[in-house]
Nanobody, 123 residues
Framework: QVQLVESGGGLVQAGGSLRLSCAPSGRTFSRFGMGWFRQQPGKEREFVAG????????YYADFVKGRFTISRDNANNTVYLQMNRLKPEDTAVYYC????????????????WGQGTQVTVSS
């Protein structure tokens, strides 16, 4: 059974940092594009960042450019989202997702999803 397990969420003050991790299990995801999404209360889930299977391409939503960085360690089958200069409006449940096409882009159809991890930024 394929699972994506997110970790690293929590409560942080505005201006602080968190690093989210996503550890797929059940298969190797080195050929998958990987993405991070978030869902804020009362809103639809939205794309945050993505990375291609070969690290060559990264994609970011405008509202996180310059603050968040996505990376991956294929040897350890882990994807990260480093979040710096966090704002209260970044408060959301963050989801990891895997894209079998390898692209990891914002228009990609993702095949697998994690359960999410809560990030809360206090003002």
């Amino acid at each position: 059974q394929v699972q994506l397990v997110e970790s690293g969420g929590g409560l942080v003050q505005a201006g602080g940092s968190l690093r989210l991790s996503c550890a797929p299990s059940g298969r190797t995801f080195s050929r998958f594009g990987m993405g991070w999404f978030r869902q804020q209360p009362g809103k639809e889930r939205e794309f945050v960042a993505g990375i291609s299977w070969d690290h060559e391409r990264t994609y970011y939503a405008d509202f996180v450019k310059g603050r968040f960085t996505i990376s991956r360690d294929n040897a350890n089958n882990t994807v990260y989202l480093q979040m710096n200069r966090l704002k209260p409006e970044d408060t959301a449940v963050y989801y990891c997702a895997a894209d079998g096409s390898g692209v990891g882009g914002f228009r990609t159809v993702y095949d697998y999803w994690g359960q999410g991890t809560q990030v809360t930024v206090s003002s």
